[in-house]
Protein backbone atom coordinates (compact mmCIF):
# COMPACT_ATOMS: atom_id res chain seq x y z
CA UNK A 1 0.00 0.00 0.00
CA UNK A 2 1.16 3.29 -1.03
CA UNK A 3 0.21 6.62 0.34
CA UNK A 4 1.45 9.67 -1.63
CA UNK A 5 -1.11 12.36 -1.26
CA UNK A 6 0.36 13.50 2.02
CA UNK A 7 0.74 17.11 1.70
CA UNK A 8 4.40 18.69 0.32
CA UNK A 9 5.56 21.29 2.13
CA UNK A 10 6.78 24.72 -0.04
CA UNK A 11 9.17 26.35 1.87
CA UNK A 12 11.49 29.85 0.73
CA UNK A 13 14.82 30.53 1.98
CA UNK A 14 15.57 34.38 2.18
CA UNK A 15 18.34 35.52 4.31
CA UNK A 16 18.52 38.93 2.34
CA UNK A 17 17.64 42.11 3.83
CA UNK A 18 15.41 44.44 1.83
CA UNK A 19 16.98 47.41 0.27
CA UNK A 20 16.04 50.73 0.80
CA UNK A 21 17.25 53.91 -0.88
CA UNK A 22 15.44 57.76 -0.37
CA UNK A 23 14.25 59.04 -3.93
CA UNK A 24 13.29 62.07 -5.49
CA UNK A 25 11.64 64.61 -3.56
CA UNK A 26 12.33 63.74 -0.36
CA UNK A 27 14.21 66.38 1.83
CA UNK A 28 18.12 65.81 2.03
CA UNK A 29 19.42 65.28 5.32
CA UNK A 30 20.00 68.40 7.74
CA UNK A 31 18.20 70.85 5.83
CA UNK A 32 15.76 73.85 6.41
CA UNK A 33 12.42 74.03 4.82
CA UNK A 34 10.50 77.17 4.75
CA UNK A 35 7.12 75.23 5.10
CA UNK A 36 4.88 73.07 7.74
CA UNK A 37 5.49 69.71 5.95
CA UNK A 38 8.30 67.15 5.29
CA UNK A 39 8.29 65.20 2.37
CA UNK A 40 9.64 61.63 2.43
CA UNK A 41 10.24 59.29 -0.99
CA UNK A 42 11.57 56.04 -0.38
CA UNK A 43 12.36 52.41 -2.49
CA UNK A 44 11.96 49.75 -0.86
CA UNK A 45 12.85 46.53 -2.81
CA UNK A 46 12.47 43.20 -2.09
CA UNK A 47 11.37 39.80 -3.64
CA UNK A 48 9.03 38.90 -0.90
CA UNK A 49 8.11 42.20 0.28
CA UNK A 50 5.91 42.57 3.65
CA UNK A 51 5.63 45.92 4.77
CA UNK A 52 7.80 49.53 4.68
CA UNK A 53 7.18 51.75 7.76
CA UNK A 54 8.15 55.46 7.89
CA UNK A 55 8.30 56.98 11.63
CA UNK A 56 8.85 60.73 11.75
CA UNK A 57 10.01 62.37 14.91
CA UNK A 58 10.15 65.29 17.27
CA UNK A 59 13.83 65.68 17.61
CA UNK A 60 13.73 68.03 20.79
CA UNK A 61 11.81 65.81 22.86
CA UNK A 62 11.69 62.31 21.15
CA UNK A 63 8.37 61.93 20.73
CA UNK A 64 6.62 60.06 18.09
CA UNK A 65 4.91 62.73 15.88
CA UNK A 66 3.42 60.42 13.36
CA UNK A 67 3.99 56.42 13.75
CA UNK A 68 2.83 53.41 12.16
CA UNK A 69 2.92 55.06 8.34
CA UNK A 70 3.03 51.22 7.36
CA UNK A 71 2.66 50.27 3.57
CA UNK A 72 1.92 46.24 3.24
CA UNK A 73 1.91 44.24 0.23
CA UNK A 74 -2.04 44.91 0.15
CA UNK A 75 -1.33 48.28 -1.04
CA UNK A 76 0.96 47.59 -3.51
CA UNK A 77 -0.64 44.05 -5.58
CA UNK A 78 1.92 43.34 -8.53
CA UNK A 79 4.52 46.08 -7.81
CA UNK A 80 5.05 45.04 -4.39
CA UNK A 81 8.77 43.86 -4.82
CA UNK A 82 9.98 47.62 -6.06
CA UNK A 83 7.81 50.18 -4.15
CA UNK A 84 7.91 53.94 -4.43
CA UNK A 85 6.62 55.05 -1.27
CA UNK A 86 5.33 58.66 -0.51
CA UNK A 87 4.66 60.25 2.95
CA UNK A 88 3.92 64.14 2.94
CA UNK A 89 3.54 64.78 6.81
CA UNK A 90 1.77 67.75 6.93
CA UNK A 91 0.63 70.63 9.30
CA UNK A 92 3.94 70.56 10.92
CA UNK A 93 4.25 72.91 14.16
CA UNK A 94 7.96 74.85 13.81
CA UNK A 95 10.68 72.90 15.13
CA UNK A 96 13.92 70.22 14.31
CA UNK A 97 12.67 66.69 13.70
CA UNK A 98 14.10 63.73 12.14
CA UNK A 99 12.16 60.35 10.44
CA UNK A 100 13.72 57.01 10.13
CA UNK A 101 12.37 54.31 7.63
CA UNK A 102 12.14 50.14 8.20
CA UNK A 103 11.16 47.22 6.14
CA UNK A 104 10.53 43.75 6.87
CA UNK A 105 9.94 40.68 4.33
CA UNK A 106 7.64 38.06 4.71
CA UNK A 107 11.01 36.02 5.82
CA UNK A 108 11.20 38.19 9.22
CA UNK A 109 14.32 40.23 7.58
CA UNK A 110 14.62 43.70 8.74
CA UNK A 111 16.36 46.40 7.61
CA UNK A 112 16.71 48.94 10.52
CA UNK A 113 20.19 50.43 9.32
CA UNK A 114 18.61 53.08 7.03
CA UNK A 115 20.04 56.58 7.51
CA UNK A 116 17.60 58.83 9.60
CA UNK A 117 17.14 62.12 8.32
CA UNK A 118 17.29 65.10 10.31
CA UNK A 119 14.91 68.15 9.15
CA UNK A 120 14.38 71.92 10.34
CA UNK A 121 10.61 73.06 9.49
CA UNK A 122 11.07 77.21 10.23
CA UNK A 123 7.52 79.06 8.70
CA UNK A 124 8.59 82.03 10.82
CA UNK A 125 9.87 85.61 9.47
CA UNK A 126 13.20 87.22 10.80
CA UNK A 127 11.57 90.03 13.51
CA UNK A 128 13.22 93.51 12.73
CA UNK A 129 13.61 96.21 15.40
CA UNK A 130 15.61 99.98 15.04
CA UNK A 131 17.87 100.29 18.34
CA UNK A 132 17.35 103.35 20.24
CA UNK A 133 20.97 104.59 18.75
CA UNK A 134 19.38 104.21 15.78
CA UNK A 135 19.07 107.53 13.90
CA UNK A 136 15.40 108.55 13.54
CA UNK A 137 13.35 108.43 10.43
CA UNK A 138 13.23 112.33 8.79
CA UNK A 139 15.90 113.43 11.17
CA UNK A 140 18.76 115.80 10.14
CA UNK A 141 21.98 115.15 11.92
CA UNK A 142 24.79 118.20 11.89
CA UNK A 143 27.69 115.19 11.26
CA UNK A 144 29.03 112.87 8.54
CA UNK A 145 28.22 109.62 9.81
CA UNK A 146 24.88 107.96 9.98
CA UNK A 147 24.23 104.90 12.90
CA UNK A 148 21.93 102.19 12.75
CA UNK A 149 21.48 99.76 15.06
CA UNK A 150 18.99 96.58 14.46
CA UNK A 151 18.38 93.41 16.20
CA UNK A 152 17.28 90.42 14.31
CA UNK A 153 15.17 87.89 16.58
CA UNK A 154 15.20 84.68 14.72
CA UNK A 155 16.63 80.84 15.39
CA UNK A 156 17.98 79.83 12.38
CA UNK A 157 19.60 83.38 11.24
CA UNK A 158 21.43 83.62 8.07
CA UNK A 159 22.16 87.26 7.15
CA UNK A 160 20.72 90.31 7.90
CA UNK A 161 21.57 93.15 4.88
CA UNK A 162 21.84 97.04 6.06
CA UNK A 163 21.70 99.22 2.95
CA UNK A 164 22.16 102.89 3.01
CA UNK A 165 21.76 105.04 -0.93
CA UNK A 166 22.09 108.50 -1.06
CA UNK A 167 18.54 109.86 -2.56
CA UNK A 168 20.31 112.37 -4.76
CA UNK A 169 23.37 110.36 -6.23
CA UNK A 170 22.91 106.46 -5.79
CA UNK A 171 24.20 104.39 -3.63
CA UNK A 172 26.81 104.84 -0.77
CA UNK A 173 26.96 101.80 0.78
CA UNK A 174 25.12 98.89 -0.70
CA UNK A 175 24.76 95.25 0.69
CA UNK A 176 26.38 95.66 3.78
CA UNK A 177 25.81 91.98 4.49
CA UNK A 178 26.85 90.28 7.50
CA UNK A 179 26.32 86.61 8.32
CA UNK A 180 25.18 85.08 11.45
CA UNK A 181 25.54 88.20 12.78
CA UNK A 182 25.10 88.57 16.28
CA UNK A 183 22.70 90.82 18.24
CA UNK A 184 21.92 93.59 18.32
CA UNK A 185 24.13 94.86 15.12
CA UNK A 186 26.11 97.94 15.61
CA UNK A 187 26.48 99.76 11.92
CA UNK A 188 28.35 103.25 11.87
CA UNK A 189 28.01 104.88 8.03
CA UNK A 190 31.02 107.40 8.14
CA UNK A 191 32.71 109.70 6.16
CA UNK A 192 29.20 110.90 4.28
CA UNK A 193 29.01 114.11 1.93
CA UNK A 194 25.99 116.37 2.88
CA UNK A 195 23.01 115.26 1.64
CA UNK A 196 19.31 112.81 2.37
CA UNK A 197 19.81 109.42 2.91
CA UNK A 198 17.73 106.21 3.28
CA UNK A 199 18.99 103.06 4.72
CA UNK A 200 16.86 99.80 4.99
CA UNK A 201 17.54 96.29 7.20
CA UNK A 202 17.07 93.17 5.13
CA UNK A 203 16.85 89.85 7.57
CA UNK A 204 17.19 86.20 6.32
CA UNK A 205 17.20 83.02 8.28
CA UNK A 206 18.53 79.46 6.92
CA UNK A 207 15.05 78.47 5.49
CA UNK A 208 15.08 81.38 3.35
CA UNK A 209 12.20 82.91 4.70
CA UNK A 210 13.56 86.85 3.93
CA UNK A 211 11.82 89.42 5.97
CA UNK A 212 11.68 92.84 3.45
CA UNK A 213 9.32 94.69 4.79
CA UNK A 214 11.16 96.53 6.85
CA UNK A 215 10.35 100.00 7.63
CA UNK A 216 12.76 102.44 5.40
CA UNK A 217 14.24 105.44 7.06
CA UNK A 218 15.05 109.00 5.54
CA UNK A 219 18.18 110.79 7.33
CA UNK A 220 19.42 114.46 6.44
CA UNK A 221 23.48 115.04 6.72
CA UNK A 222 23.74 118.50 7.27
CA UNK A 223 27.63 119.65 8.07
CA UNK A 224 27.20 123.19 6.97
CA UNK A 225 26.87 126.10 9.03
CA UNK A 226 24.29 128.69 7.88
Known amino acids: NRNNSFVTRTVTVDTIFPSLSYVGRTDANNSYVARNFIIVEVNSTDTNFNFTNITLFNATSSAIVRSNQTFSVADFGSN ?126 TAGNRNNSFVTRTVTVDTIFP
Open 80 to 205: STNAALYINFTSLADGTYFFNVTANDTAGNRNNSFVTRTIVVDTTNPLLTYGTTTDANGSYVGRNFIIVNVTVTELNLNITNVTLNNVTGGANYSNLTLFNSTNPTYINFTNLLDGTYFFNVTGND
